[in-house]
Structures are given as structure tokens and as C-alpha cells.
């Protein structure tokens, strides 16, 4: 079992909970991050208040954001993994019929508070030679006509594996997770023969767990159908 701290944005629903839950059973102290309180309470009763902050947090608003991570390290002492994994779909797909003020909102979050979470947490992550993980997706990784969340996702592995390099140099890990299809709120009707926030989580899991002389650079989870 591990003593060290996990930090995960989007932790209160599919991948994010998943995740944390998974984490908690591996040992990881565990800081809460997203918007729905209730919800991030849900995952502190489960896994117990000595080992879990509930912090609500509006990610794409910067000063919200150096608070939670600010009272992580008030309670833990130190930050040794952040999963950037809060991200949203588009209701209007395609650039033609697509609507600019939900693509600000869609970069405000895929793209602009992944790097501000990067940026805010790299010092304490410098300072326990830690991990820094991304929830992309496989929407990142091929073309998709006229997607914008695809686009986004383009974004999100590219830094990524851009950071894994930058954060080499000190000693530090950065894993961009791919999954295809999963069953989760991302989607407005249930995809029940799709992957489970569970799979991911196991991928995320395995990342974490390897010895640190190891970098798992990129997991690419699909759907078997
Ligand atoms: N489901 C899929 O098929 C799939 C596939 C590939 C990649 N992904 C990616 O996986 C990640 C997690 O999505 P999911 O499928 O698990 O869907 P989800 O259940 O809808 O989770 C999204 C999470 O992001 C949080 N969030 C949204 N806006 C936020 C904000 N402004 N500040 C803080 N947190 C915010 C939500 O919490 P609150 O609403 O409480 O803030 C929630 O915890 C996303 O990055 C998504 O793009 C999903």
C-alpha cells in the first residue's frame, strides 16, 4: 500500500469516481475535485475523511483552482499525482452547425483548465518527482468531420506527451489516457455494451502503480464491439 496523494479533476461521476474509488483501494490519500459537492461527498463517505477532501471546484476558473490544490497540500502535505481528467462533450456537433459559445466553454475546460491545472500543480509534483496524468480520448487520436471535442482532445494528447518530455527532465511522469466509448453522464442515453468507468479506472491504476523507473506514456482503452 502507498502513503502518496492523488489529486483528480472530474471526480464526482463515470471516470473520475471511478478512479478514485480504485485509487483509495490502493492506498492514495485523495483530494476531490469538480463542481457537485454532494457528489464528492459521496466518494469521501465511501472511502473515509482521513483519506479524502471533498474540494468543489469550478476548474476553469483559476483562482477556485489554486484553492483546491492550495488546501490539498494543507491536508496531505504534498501532491505526488494529479489525474486531469474533467472535460465535456459538445451538444451541437460539426463546425458548420456547431455553436461558438459552447466551443469557448469546451476549451475554457478540455484545454484551458488542463493546462492551468498542469501549470498550478508542477511545483508540488517537482518537489515528490510526481505523476501527471490526462484523460484524452481516442477522439484525439484519429480524424472525426468537423470535431471540435475531437480537436480538443488533439490538444490534450499532444501537451501531454509534450509535458511527459518536460517533466523527464526532472525526474517526473506524465500518462495520457485514450479511452474509446464509455458508459458514463458524458452521454445522454446509457451505451450499457460499452467500456465501464471502472476499465478506465484500472488503466489509470496500472499507470500509477508502475515502478517509477517506468513511464507508461499513452493507454488506449476500446470498447471489444
Ligand atoms: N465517456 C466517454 O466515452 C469518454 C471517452 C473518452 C474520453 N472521455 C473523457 O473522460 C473525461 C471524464 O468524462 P466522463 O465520461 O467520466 O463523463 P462525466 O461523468 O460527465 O464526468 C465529467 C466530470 O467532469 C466534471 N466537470 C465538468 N465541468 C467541470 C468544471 N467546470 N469544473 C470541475 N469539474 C468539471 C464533472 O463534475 P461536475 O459536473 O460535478 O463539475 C464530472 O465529474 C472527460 O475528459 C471526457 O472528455 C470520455
Not at 24 to 49: I, M, P, Q, S, T
Not at 119 to 141: D, N
Not at 162 to 182: Q, S
Not at 187 to 209: G, M, Q, R, T
Request: some cysteine; aromatic content about 6%.
Amino acid at each position: 500500500m502507498s502513503d502518496k496523494v492523488l489529486l483528480i479533476t472530474g471526480a464526482s461521476s463515470g471516470i473520475g469516481r471511478a478512479t478514485a474509488l480504485k485509487a483509495a483501494k490502493n492506498g492514495y490519500k485523495l483530494a476531490l475535485l469538480a463542481r457537485r459537492e454532494n457528489k464528492l461527498k459521496e466518494v469521501v463517505n465511501e472511502v473515509g475523511a482521513d483519506n479524502a477532501i471533498a474540494l468543489p471546484t469550478d476548474v476553469t476558473k483559476l483562482e477556485e483552482l489554486g484553492k483546491a490544490i492550495h488546501k490539498t497540500v494543507e491536508k496531505f502535505g504534498k501532491i505526488d499525482a494529479v489525474y486531469a481528467n474533467a472535460g465535456k462533450g459538445l451538444e451541437k456537433a460539426g463546425t458548420e452547425h456547431g455553436d461558438p459559445r459552447e466551443w469557448d466553454q469546451l476549451i475554457d475546460l478540455n484545454v484551458k483548465a488542463l493546462l492551468w491545472t498542469a501549470k498550478m500543480t508542477m511545483q508540488h509534483l517537482r518537489q515528490t518527482k510526481g505523476h501527471f496524468l490526462i484523460t484524452s480520448s481516442v477522439a484525439g487520436k484519429i480524424y472525426l468531420p468537423g470535431s471540435v471535442y475531437g480537436a480538443s482532445k488533439w490538444f490534450a494528447s499532444g501537451f501531454g506527451h509534450n509535458l511527459a518530455r518536460e517533466m523527464k527532465e526532472w525526474g517526473g511522469r506524465c500518462t495520457v489516457i485514450c479511452p474509446g466509448m464509455v458508459d458514463t453522464d458524458f452521454f445522454d442515453e446509457p451505451k450499457p455494451d460499452k467500456l465501464k468507468p471502472d476499465d478506465i479506472a484500472d488503466a489509470v491504476v496500472f499507470a500509477l502503480n508502475a515502478p517509477h523507473h517506468s513511464t507508461v506514456r499513452e493507454i488506449e482503452v476500446m470498447p471489444t464491439n
